[in-house]
């Protein structure tokens, strides 16, 4: 009773306002307190408590304390009221059930009354709903309370029984239908707001539209139309929202929402809300002709959503059109807390998604005028005013509403009927309550939202937003420029949003390591804008920043350590995906403050707050948190990789936690490597022991393997030219990458003019991208995933099938259908076959000759018994069937046909593989010997007979030309030889058998054989001294030899096929002249010249074109295979470099420059929102915008010149060692110099002193 009264008079019944009263959460306990106090006394209706102490207090001071509280001026500015709503209605519950008590004396009814008068007026006034039975009481009560209380003055008897008898009997009779009626009311009310709302959603959409295009409204060409088309309308309705703020606040609030509304991506307003628009826009825009305006999106309205690049076009309209100052205006100078609000919201719509240009127009606003000083000191005060307000108000949070999952937090009463509709214009803010009660669930709802946070304290959310995307794309400007401003007064922000965080989390009531107790499910939200705004402070990087952040003298840095480290409990165990988003903010802030940084001061301070075991756990039990919120918005295996990341940054400066983070089983191997190397091993158990598989608990993959097999590191070259090594997560799309086509990929990747093989690398990144993400689908389909992933073998089974036909078909073709049956019907055939078998099973043991033997086996069987025509069908059949599977496989890996029929017929591979299958078609159903064309698919298969084919075609122009100047010398010969040498070509021919009729050289037939049968028949002697046998003679001689160049024509098909055929020429197949005719020295010199011109030059040169050619593809291939195995593909230094260096050349390409993580780290920077790169990332994305290969190493590693520059600081502190020596040298001989100066001096003084003695004595006698 004493306390009670000493808060009364003390805090509440004062002349000054006593803020912590009315803001704090104390004075609300003590009225639930008192509620449990009255409950009490109330308990026994009929007649009163046994304990008059308690009945005195709570008629005498509990009345007292709630009457002047809420009665109290002050309580009308108190936020906390609105936020406490349940505990009034409670109050007026117990002060109405008190009242009805029959043993409360007369003199105490005054005060009850007026306390319940008070309690009913803050309700009317707040707009607190009541029950219903409640209401109509206190309804009751108030409008009889004046005539009630005059007639107790007159007539205290009849008041008691009037006061008992009337709220009990008179309003029953009305009341249900009072209630019926507010419930069909509500019900009415809801079924309009769902069938309204989204119609005048769609017709502020329309004013939105209008907005955008106001030209439209007016004739085209006319003045207004022009005015509007240059931005006029917008630019005048923006400069009249400014002179809004002095004359009409409401309005002008209502333009800033509108404004914004243009900023925002247009919802679905359903098929009603379509038409609407359809028909507004009609009539309001109906100037619009078809095609004039092709920029306007979604003419009719059909609610789709608006692209982004049309957005940030707004964007720079608006700020155009002078949004930009418009809103340093009106934050600068505004006092309204709603026009700041919205002013904010603007500032925050015009950023949003990272708009340079928008950023560019607030800096030199802020820059440029001079004002930068009025508006940083307006957000300074804010924050300033809410770390107060927070430090004020902030308390541990120790009931049991907040221990208890969010789940058992007093349900809501299933049987209420009366649902809060609530009533909200878009773009508004504020729902308008339509329900006259609430929902008990809803009351302990409305009560924990805000709870301790007041407007000073929300409005730090947007605040923090803004100041975000000012510095979003990591603006170097800006970030510098919120630390400093260069004027008379410099407000740093940046330390300022730390110190909120530091306020906010409780730190400097010296809790924490109680973060839980600090951090809800209210205020968890402005705690992750706040740890999200110093990383977009910090990267870049921001050097100055991260100092300032780092150096602070507050607590940050532990409070961000401790936010990863501990459980945010009661908040984890009902909204762990809030903890998890925390968790994964606090450790991208640790990753900003040492990003880009060469030196560890950094690394060291975070370290001092962070356990190392303590991190590790925290990785370790993220992991395992994935199998239990398999659904959530937030992967905890993804919050455990980005701290993993975070652990592995520190590790360089820690020992400790680089131990730590070793796999078991790389720990495992590591110290089975040192025992190994350490004892010899003789004992064969003991070396199996050594050996043997780890135990069964290690089945599990380890979480820390896990993250280390999905993160990967780079080293990049920076814009100065500085190395910077990037440590990042595997995107999930890169595990698609088929071993097939990394092999493909490191093979036949070429090199620029400068030796480098990046670039070819870079153009094939897109394709790779591509099929990484074909082949993701392909996991989609399993049938199609089950053929591509065994494509080498259905193309091997094809090579084997069309050889072991071929085979079949050389032996035994042509073949007879009627005969084939048993033709290989011998002894021989089945001890052939079961030889076969007998070593198609020892190969199937020995995994050696695979299945082969036993496939000849079973063909030797199927001719034996079937025959080959049937045979060759069969294995035809079978090799067109494995062959259309193949296609299939190779589209599947490809993904062709989801490129388009262009794509498909400009791929050589795939038309190849078309036609193989059309020769398997023409061989099954045409003829067999179709099957001979697929044995070119050995061309294809092998790469060294690839290349034999490839020296011919390889520089097939010079050789085409080659074999062009032959022609040309073969037509010049065969020309000279038709004119002069005709006679000379004369070729011996051998006729087909039975063909006798020939041609003479005149170009008449012969047939004296004929011709003499048939004298000799008819006895007529044509003979005429010829005898028969002497003709027979001649005419065999005419028939062996014919004249080859009567022609032009004959002469070129002469010289050029027996010409070029023979090794002497032309000459090896002419007439043999004598020496004695006149043209033997022109047919001498006609047959050298064609011998040394065409045989030994022409055809040579062709010979040794691709003689050249092949050797040039073999030593390129030796050439290429070298490189492979002794350059770095990324960076081309060589392996001789690596020789006695700290690092090896297969741990440089495996872990500083591994092609793979380089492609991966292109992907992840083409997969992840632009709005959350990281400082090299950022860096890295511009440069692959821009097609720029700079940042990929060229010549250099970090290991190499952390080498060298370990080994010059050697020098370095070598000399300096000894110069520190020399100066110790030279301070000690000083100080030796010094002390024989003064010895001398001392030796001097004395010899002037003992001769002064003397001379005086000297005097003296």
């Known amino acids: 009773?004493?306390?009670?009264?000493?808060?009364?008079?003390?805090?509440?019944?004062?002349?000054?306002?006593?803020?912590?009263?009315?803001?704090?959460?104390?004075?609300?306990?003590?009225?639930?307190?008192?509620?449990?106090?009255?409950?009490?006394?109330?308990?026994?209706?009929?007649?009163?408590?046994?304990?008059?102490?308690?009945?005195?207090?709570?008629?005498?001071?509990?009345?007292?304390?709630?009457?002047?509280?809420?009665?109290?001026?002050?309580?009308?500015?108190?936020?906390?009221?609105?936020?406490?709503?349940?505990?009034?209605?409670?109050?007026?519950?117990?002060?109405?059930?008190?009242?009805?008590?029959?043993?409360?004396?007369?003199?105490?009814?005054?005060?009850?009354?007026?306390?319940?008068?008070?309690?009913?007026?803050?309700?009317?006034?707040?707009?607190?709903?009541?029950?219903?039975?409640?209401?109509?009481?206190?309804?009751?009560?108030?409008?009889?309370?004046?005539?009630?209380?005059?007639?107790?003055?007159?007539?205290?008897?009849?008041?008691?029984?009037?006061?008992?008898?009337?709220?009990?009997?008179?309003?029953?009779?009305?009341?249900?239908?009072?209630?019926?009626?507010?419930?069909?009311?509500?019900?009415?009310?809801?079924?309009?707001?769902?069938?309204?709302?989204?119609?005048?959603?769609?017709?502020?959409?329309?004013?939105?539209?209008?907005?955008?295009?106001?030209?439209?409204?007016?004739?085209?060409?006319?003045?207004?139309?022009?005015?509007?088309?240059?931005?006029?309308?917008?630019?005048?309705?923006?400069?009249?929202?400014?002179?809004?703020?002095?004359?009409?606040?409401?309005?002008?609030?209502?333009?800033?929402?509108t404004l914004q509304q243009m900023l925002l991506k247009k919802t679905k307003y359903g098929d009603r809300g379509n038409q609407l628009r359809k028909m507004l826009l009609q009539n309001y825009l109906q100037n619009r002709k078809s095609g004039s305006r092709g920029d306007l999106p979604d003419p009719m309205g059909t609610g789709l959503d608006q692209d982004c690049s049309a957005i940030a076009a707004t964007q720079c309209r608006l700020d155009k059109e002078g949004a930009t100052k418009l809103v340093c205006d009106l934050i600068t100078s505004t006092k309204n807390e709603k026009i700041f609000q919205e002013s904010i919201g603007l500032a925050i719509r015009l950023l949003?998604?990272?708009?340079?240009?928008?950023?560019?127009?607030?800096?030199?606003?802020?820059?440029?005028?001079?004002?930068?000083?009025?508006?940083?000191?307006?957000?300074h005060d804010r924050m300033k005013r809410a770390q107060q307000e927070t430090k004020s108000t902030v308390a541990v949070n120790m009931s049991d509403l907040g221990s208890q999952p969010h789940e058992d937090r007093e349900p809501a009463d299933p049987t209420a009927k009366g649902r809060v509709a609530s009533f909200s214009m878009p773009g508004s803010s504020s729902l308008y309550s339509l329900s006259p009660s609430l929902r008990r669930g809803h009351e302990v709802g409305e009560r924990v939202q805000s709870n301790e946070m007041g407007m000073s304290v929300l409005i730090m959310q947007p605040i923090l937003r803004f100041l975000q995307l000012l510095c979003e794309n990591h603006n170097r400007d800006l970030q510098n420029f919120l630390r400093c401003q260069n004027n008379k007064t410099n407000y740093n922000l940046v330390c300022e949003t730390l110190q909120f965080l530091d306020i906010m989390c409780g730190s400097t009531t010296g809790g924490l390591g109680l973060l839980g107790l600090y951090i809800n499910e209210d205020n968890v939200g402005l705690v992750i804008q706040t740890l999200e705004t110093l990383t977009e402070y910090c990267q870049g990087p921001c050097h100055e920043n991260q100092t300032c952040i780092v150096t602070h003298e507050s607590n940050g840095i532990d409070i961000i350590t401790a936010l990863i480290l501990n459980d945010i409990s009661p908040l984890c165990k009902y909204?762990?995906?809030?903890?998890?988003?925390?968790?994964?903010?606090?450790?991208?802030?640790?990753?900003?403050?040492?990003?880009?940084?060469?030196?560890?001061?950094?690394?060291?301070?975070?370290?001092?707050?962070?356990?190392?075991?303590?991190?590790?756990?925290?990785?370790?039990?993220a992991y395992l948190q994935e199998e239990e919120r398999e659904n959530s918005e937030v992967s905890p295996r993804e919050v455990g990789h980005n701290i993993y990341i975070l652990a592995l940054q520190l590790s360089r400066h820690n020992k400790q936690l680089q131990h730590l983070l070793k796999p078991v089983k790389r720990i495992q191997e590591e110290e089975a490597e040192g025992i190994s190397s350490m004892l010899s091993l003789n004992n064969k158990q003991l070396s199996q022991m050594l050996k043997s598989s780890p135990p069964v608990q290690e089945e599990e993959e380890d979480p820390l393997a896990y993250y280390e097999n999905h993160t990967s590191q780079i080293e990049i070259v920076r814009q100065d030219r500085s190395m910077e090594q990037i440590v990042f997560p595997v995107p999930g799309i890169c595990q698609f990458l088929t071993e097939e086509t990394k092999h493909r990929l490191f093979t036949t990747?070429?090199?620029?003019?400068?030796?480098?093989?990046?670039?070819?690398?870079?153009?094939?990144?897109?394709?790779?991208?591509?099929?990484?993400?074909?082949?993701?689908?392909?996991?989609?389909?399993?049938?199609?995933?089950?053929?591509?992933?065994?494509?080498?073998?259905?193309?091997?089974?094809?090579?084997?099938?069309?050889?072991?036909?071929?085979?079949?078909?050389?032996?035994?073709?042509?073949?007879?259908?009627?005969?084939?049956?048993?033709?290989?019907?011998?002894p021989l055939i089945w001890l052939l076959f079961w030889i076969l078998i007998c070593f198609s099973i020892t190969a199937l043991f020995t995994k050696r000759y695979s299945i082969r033997p036993l496939i000849v086996a079973l063909i030797l069987r199927s001719i034996y018994y079937l025959g080959i025509g049937p045979t060759l069908n069969i294995l035809g059949a079978l090799n067109l069937t494995n062959k259309i599977v193949f296609v299939v496989s190779f589209v599947g890996n490809r993904g062709t046909f989801i490129r388009g029929y262009k794509a498909m017929v400009m791929d050589v591979e795939f038309l190849y593989h078309v036609g193989y299958i059309l020769t398997s078609v023409l061989g099954l159903f045409a003829h067999e010997l179709f099957y001979s064309i697929l044995l070119f698919d050995l061309i294809y298969r092998e790469e060294t007979l690839f290349n034999v084919i490839k020296s011919v075609t390889r520089n097939g122009r010079s050789i085409l030309l080659t074999a062009l100047l032959a022609l040309i010398l073969v037509y010049l010969f065969s020309i000279v030889g038709f004119l002069f040498l005709k006679d000379d070509f004369i070729l011996e021919v051998d006729p087909l058998p039975g063909n006798h009729s020939r041609a003479s050289p005149l170009g008449m037939p012969h047939g004296a054989a004929t011709f003499m049968g048939t004298c000799s028949g008819d006895s007529i002697d044509c003979v005429s001294g010829v005898s028969m046998p002497q003709v027979l003679e001649e005419d065999e001689e005419l028939d062996n030899t014919e004249r080859a160049c009567d022609t032009l024509l004959m002469c070129i098909v002469t010289v050029m096929n027996h010409g070029l055929r023979n090794g002497g020429g032309v000459g090896d197949i002419l007439r043999k002249p004598s020496k004695d005719e006149s043209l033997f020295p022109a047919r001498v010199v006609y047959d050298l010249l064609f011998f040394f011109i065409v045989i030994i030059i022409v055809l040579n040169l062709i010979f040794g074109v691709i003689i050249d050619t092949f050797a040039d593809l073999r030593s390129e291939k030796q050439k290429k295979e070298e490189i492979l195995k002794t350059t770095c593909f990324i960076c081309g230094l060589e392996r001789d470099k690596f020789d006695n260096k700290t690092v090896s050349f297969e741990e440089h390409i495996k872990f500083e420059h591994n092609m793979w993580n380089y492609l991966y780290f292109i992907v992840l920077v083409r997969v992840k929102n632009k709005t959350d790169y990281t400082g090299p990332e950022s860096y890295v994305a511009q440069m692959i915008k821009n097609k720029n290969l700079d940042w990929f190493p060229r010549m250099r590693a970090m290991s190499l010149v952390s080498n060298e520059g370990e080994g010059e600081q050697n020098e370095i502190r070598i000399l300096q060692d000894k110069l520190n020596s020399t100066m110790k040298l030279v301070s000690y001989l000083t100080a030796q110099l010094n002390e024989l100066k003064e010895q001398m001096t001392e030796q001097r003084k004395r010899r002037q002193r003992l001769g002064f003695v003397d001379v005086q004595n000297c005097m003296s006698r």
């Open 1 to 257: 009773m004493a306390y009670v009264n000493f808060v009364n008079h003390c805090y509440v019944d004062t002349e000054v306002e006593m803020k912590e009263i009315y803001t704090s959460n104390h004075i609300w306990t003590l009225f639930e307190n008192f509620t449990l106090d009255m409950a009490r006394v109330c308990s026994k209706r009929e007649k009163r408590l046994a304990d008059p102490t308690l009945e005195k207090y709570v008629l005498t001071v509990v009345l007292d304390t709630i009457n002047a509280f809420f009665s109290s001026p002050f309580s009308e500015n108190s936020t906390s009221l609105q936020t406490h709503q349940t505990i009034v209605v409670q109050l007026l519950q117990s002060t109405t059930r008190l009242l009805e008590c029959p043993w409360l004396q007369q003199q105490h009814k005054g005060s009850v009354e007026a306390c319940i008068r008070t309690l009913a007026m803050v309700a009317k006034g707040r707009a607190i709903s009541l029950p219903m039975d409640l209401d109509a009481h206190i309804s009751l009560l108030l409008s009889s309370g004046a005539t009630c209380v005059a007639a107790a003055q007159r007539n205290a008897s009849h008041y008691k029984t009037a006061t008992r008898a009337f709220p009990r009997v008179t309003p029953t009779a009305n009341q249900w239908d009072y209630k019926n009626i507010i419930e069909k009311l509500q019900d009415i009310i809801t079924a309009l707001e769902e069938r309204l709302k989204p119609l005048v959603q769609a017709e502020l959409s329309v004013l939105v539209d209008v907005l955008h295009w106001p030209e439209l409204l007016f004739l085209e060409g006319s003045e207004a139309y022009q005015r509007c088309e240059s931005g006029g309308f917008l630019s005048k309705l923006i400069q009249h929202t400014k002179d809004l703020m002095v004359s009409e606040e409401k309005l002008c609030v209502k333009v800033l929402r």
């Open 352 to 379: 949003d998604g990272g708009n340079t240009e928008i950023q560019k127009s607030f800096y030199n606003l802020m820059t440029s005028d001079k004002k930068s000083e009025r508006f940083f000191k307006v957000l």
């Open 749 to 826: 990747t070429e090199q620029d003019e400068q030796g480098s093989k990046v670039s070819d690398f870079f153009d094939q990144s897109s394709f790779l991208h591509n099929e990484m993400e074909w082949q993701r689908k392909l996991r989609s389909m399993p049938l199609i995933y089950w053929f591509s992933r065994r494509m080498t073998l259905w193309g091997s089974i094809s090579f084997n099938l069309a050889v072991f036909i071929n085979i079949i078909i050389a032996f035994f073709y042509p073949y007879v259908e009627s005969t084939s049956t048993g033709a290989l019907d011998s």
């Open 575 to 621: 909204r762990m995906d809030l903890v998890l988003q925390l968790k994964d903010n606090a450790s991208k802030l640790l990753l900003a403050l040492m990003e880009s940084r060469h030196d560890s001061e950094n690394a060291e301070r975070i370290l001092i707050s962070l356990r190392p075991q303590e991190l590790v756990d925290v990785i370790k039990k």
